[in-house]
T-cell receptor, first 115, second 115 residues
C-alpha cells in the first residue's frame, strides 16, 4: 500500500525566512510525485510533478526536489501570501483497468508566514 | 489552462434530501475524474474514480448506492448524495485529468451541510 508522510505538520516562518517541507513516501513503482497548494475553503492548486530521483522543478519562490524516498519543497524568502497548506501526493502504477492514476495524499503541512 | 469548475460551492439542506454536485473541465477533455471528501484539518480521502461512459470505481467503504456518480461526457461528472443525513456533511472536491501522465486538476469544492 502506498504511503505518504509529510513533516512538519505546521510551520511558522517570518517573512524572508527560508525553509523546507518534507514528504517521505513508499510506493511500488512511482509514476509521479505531485505537490499541491490548498487555501482554506478551496480545492488544491497544482504546483509540480516530479517523476525521477534527481529531478528538480522551480516556480517563483518554490523549488521541489525528489530522491528515491522523499521530496522536499524549498521555500526561499517566503511572503505572507505563501501561507497555505501544502500537500504532497504520489501516483503508483496502474492496476490493470481499475486504477486510473489515483493519488495517495499526505496529511499536508500548514505553512504560516508572518509579515 | 486546466480549469475545473465545481458547482454549487455551498449547499445547506434538510435531512433526507438528495443533492447533486457538478464537476466540469472547462478547457480540456477529462479522461478520468475523481471525487474526494475532506474532513476539517484532514487530507483528501478518495471516494471514487470515474471514466467517461463507464461505471465508477468506488474505494473500499464508500457506499455506491449512497454516492451516485455519473460521468456522462468528457467534460462533466456529477456526484449525487442520496437521502443525505447530517453525517454526510463534509467538503466534497472533484478533480479531472487528461491522459495518464497529466496531473489532476481540482475544483474549488462543495461545502455540504445537512440539517
Amino acid at each position: 500500500e502506498d504511503q505518504v508522510t509529510q513533516s512538519p505538520e505546521a510551520l511558522r516562518l517570518q517573512e524572508g525566512e527560508s525553509s523546507s517541507l518534507n514528504c517521505s513516501y513508499t510506493v511500488s513503482g512511482l509514476r509521479g510525485l505531485f505537490w499541491y497548494r490548498q487555501d482554506p475553503g478551496k480545492g488544491p492548486e497544482f504546483l509540480f510533478t516530479l517523476y525521477s530521483a534527481g529531478e528538480e522543478k522551480e516556480k517563483e519562490r518554490l523549488k521541489a526536489t525528489l530522491t528515491k524516498k522523499e521530496s522536499f519543497l524549498h521555500i526561499t524568502a517566503p511572503k505572507p501570501e505563501d501561507s497555505a497548506t501544502y500537500l504532497c501526493a504520489v501516483q503508483g502504477p496502474y492496476a490493470g483497468g481499475t486504477s486510473y492514476g489515483k493519488l495517495t495524499f499526505g496529511q499536508g503541512t500548514i505553512l504560516t508566514v508572518h509579515p | 489552462g486546466a480549469v475545473v469548475s465545481q458547482h454549487p460551492s455551498r449547499v445547506i439542506c434538510k435531512s433526507g434530501t438528495s443533492v447533486k454536485i457538478e464537476c466540469r473541465s472547462l478547457d480540456f477533455q477529462a479522461t478520468t475524474m475523481f471525487w474526494y471528501r475532506q474532513f476539517p484539518k484532514q487530507s483528501l480521502m478518495l471516494m471514487a474514480t470515474s471514466n467517461e461512459g463507464s461505471k465508477a470505481t468506488y474505494e473500499q467503504g464508500v457506499e455506491k448506492d449512497k454516492f451516485l456518480i455519473n460521468h456522462a461526457s468528457l467534460t462533466l461528472s456529477t456526484l449525487t448524495v442520496t437521502s443525505a443525513h447530517p453525517e454526510d456533511s463534509s467538503f466534497y472536491i472533484c478533480s479531472a485529468k487528461q491522459g495518464t501522465e497529466q496531473p489532476q486538476h481540482f475544483g474549488d469544492g462543495t461545502r455540504l451541510s445537512i440539517l
